[in-house]
């Protein structure tokens, strides 16, 4: 067998397939005679000799394509509602249709955070009637007996873990 001399960054793929080796490797050095060899973060070392008697050189890899850019995201809007309990015509949210963005010299921000409108609207929905509807179902004295304690609590001194 013609003794090949392996380099940095050449890629070398195994002698017999049936073996249980790693089936493609990329020369990461040689020091010696001894190969640092491997495929992503991980290396291995090993005698140049065994490694050229399991491996032959081949072409590199054809490049990776490039990746998609996303495409825009369209603007989530909300229609007026004619009332304050968002009892508009429609409860869906319509979509607007966006331009795509002209290119700007400044870093790009990322997008801001979408959150799920028919959630928003139901926790306001139940969250704005929860607390003055509770206060009218108590009588005078348990809401005093209520703010008593809670005061007490605020004005405690804090707990100190052992």
Known sequence: MIEQTP??????EVVDPSSRRIPRVRVK???GDRIVWGFGSNKFTSPIRMFTERYRRVP????????AVPRPRAAVTTPPSSS?????????????PTTPPEPS???PQPPPRVKNLDAVMLGRLGGAKGGPARA????AARLSAIGR???AARWAA???AP
């Open 136 to 139: 009218v179902k108590l009588s």
């Open 105 to 107: 010299l400044k870093a």
């Open 84 to 96: 304050s309990n968002g009892g508009g015509s429609s409860s869906r949210p319509s979509v607007a």
């Open 158 to 160: 804090p707990k100190v």
């Open 7 to 12: 380099v940095p960054g050449e890629w070398w």
């Open 149 to 151: 304690t809670a005061a």
């Open 29 to 31: 050095s040689v020091d």
């Open 60 to 67: 590199p890899p054809p490049p990776k394509p490039p990746r």
